[in-house]
């Protein structure tokens, strides 16, 4: 199984421009999450999803969107990257106590 | 705000001693994680105990909770180079009638050969 699959794995943005990365899993978890990671820091909840068609916001979810049209993606929108988004960002999705991350991310915006 | 918070932000052991790095956290938990990285990699699941456990084993690592004190420990035996890295630990608790998990700002473990 590949579990929780990130795509890209690496970018870099103007700031202005917009993207979307996706977050796929296939092990039919309902929960779903994007965090970020910062230098030195651990990981700070963006948005999460508690099943298909419904999402809510995390701990710094300012300047992003999120979408769950279906129960396997979830995807992460970025409509004006900023530097300060500048950032590595992990997918996780579980069942109750039980969380599998995504190789992250690495996403720069100058 | 970040639920976990490490104790020690750093360390720096030789090769063959034992690691023990401290979370303290806020509020109620269902379960307590810890996590691996290693330097611009992903996360490494480690161990999970659990409310109602006070302490857990797998393999050189050793974890203890407790609640009373909304404080966990992660102990790390017969130390190896290859164990450096970052450790985080993240509660897992039910807020708002959705779990979710929050991390700590992780110990940095440097294990000289």
């Known amino acids: 199984n590949a579990g929780v699959t990130q795509t890209p794995k690496f970018r870099v943005l103007k700031t202005g421009q917009s993207m979307t990365l996706l977050c796929a899993q296939d092990m039919n978890h309902e929960y779903m999450y994007w965090y970020r990671q910062d230098p030195g820091m651990g990981l700070r909840l963006i948005h999460y999803s508690v099943g298909e068609g419904t999402t809510a916001k995390g701990e710094v979810p300012d300047g992003y969107n999120v979408s769950r049209l279906k129960k396997q993606n979830f995807l992460l929108g970025l409509e004006s990257a900023a530097p300060s988004q500048t950032s590595v960002y992990f997918c996780a999705s579980s069942y109750p106590g039980s969380y599998t991350f995504g190789s992250g991310t690495r996403l720069t915006v100058v | 705000s970040q639920q976990g918070e490490e104790d020690p932000q750093a360390l720096s052991i030789q090769e063959g001693e034992n690691a023990t790095m401290n979370c303290s956290y806020k509020?109620?938990?269902?379960?307590l994680q810890w996590y691996r990285q290693n330097s611009g990699r992903g996360l490494v699941h480690l161990i999970l105990i659990r409310s109602n456990e006070r302490e857990k084993h797998s393999g050189r690592l050793r974890v203890t909770l407790d609640t009373s004190k909304k404080s966990s420990s992660l102990l790390i035996t017969a130390s190896r180079a290859a164990d450096t890295a970052s450790y985080f630990c993240a509660t897992d608790a039910t807020q708002g009638g959705s779990e979710k998990l929050v991390f700590g700002k992780g110990t940095k473990l440097t294990v000289n050969p």
């Open positions: 509020t109620s938990i269902n379960n």
